[in-house]
């Protein structure tokens, strides 16, 4: 199995930055993409950013230009760098990571954005 721990997030004012980690563990052998989803209230979760094995990444529309995905790796990491948050990123971030039968979530962290 595929275990993932996400750490970074907070209380930030609109503006600011924020980093995000997920540490993969497990068998990641098995991982082909890796990326960060996240859900507000009342909404339905939505993809962030996803980075794929070939290095390759997509954004959604809201964040592009805004934050960047990466990936550490020797250390089974991957980051979203969040820059000039606005209130609306508000939202638990959920690390994911697909293999090639299985997707597996981390527990979710809260990002929230004040005016």
């Known amino acids: 199995q595929v275990q993932l721990v996400e750490s970074g997030g907070g209380l930030v004012q609109a503006g600011r930055s924020l980093r995000l980690s997920c540490a993969a563990s497990?068998?990641?052998?098995?991982?082909?993409?890796m990326g960060w989803y996240r859900q507000a209230p009342g909404k339905q979760r939505e993809l962030v950013a996803l980075?794929?094995?070939?290095?390759?990444?997509n954004y959604a529309d809201s964040v592009k230009g805004r934050f960047t995905i990466s990936r550490d790796n020797a250390k089974n990491t991957v980051y979203l760098q969040m820059n000039s948050l606005k209130p609306e990123d508000t939202a638990e971030y959920y690390c994911?990571?697909?293999?090639?039968?299985?997707?597996?979530w981390g527990q979710g962290t809260q990002v929230t954005v004040s005016s």
């Open positions: 994911y990571a697909r293999g090639r039968f299985y997707e597996f």
């Open positions: 980075i794929i094995s070939g290095g390759s990444t």
């Open positions: 497990g068998s990641t052998i098995s991982i082909n993409a």
